[in-house]
Nanobody, 117 residues
């Protein structure tokens, strides 16, 4: 069974940093792409950052220059480094992956990020 498990969320002050981790139960090369989405209360889920199997990345305009997606092949883990956090970054962050071959999407359970003084 494919599982994605996020960790690293929490409460941080504006201007602070957090790193989210997403550990896969299978090799991350089993996915065509992996990424991070977020959903704030009363809002739709939105793409934050995405990395394809060949390492290409793209970001939402609202996080460009502040967030960085990366991966550890050895650990089958994808990361989201978040710097210069703003209150509007407050949301539940979800890890997702699109499986090679089946194109099935998998989601983690989500981790809460709260940016507040």
């Amino acid at each position: 069974q494919v599982q994605l498990v996020e960790s690293g969320g929490g409460l941080v002050q504006p201007g602070g940093s957090l790193t989210l981790s997403c550990a896969g139960s299978i090799s991350i090369f089993s996915f065509n792409a992996m990424g991070w989405y977020r959903q704030a209360p009363g809002q739709q889920r939105e793409m934050v950052a995405r990395m394809t199997r060949d390492g290409s990345t793209n970001y939402a305009d609202s996080v460009k220059g502040r967030f960085t997606i990366s991966r550890s092949i050895a650990k089958d883990t994808v990361y989201l480094q978040m710097n210069s956090l703003k209150p509007e970054d407050t949301a539940v962050y979800y890890c997702t992956g699109t499986r090679r071959g089946t194109y099935e999407d998998y989601w983690g359970q989500g981790t809460q990020v709260t940016v507040s003084s």
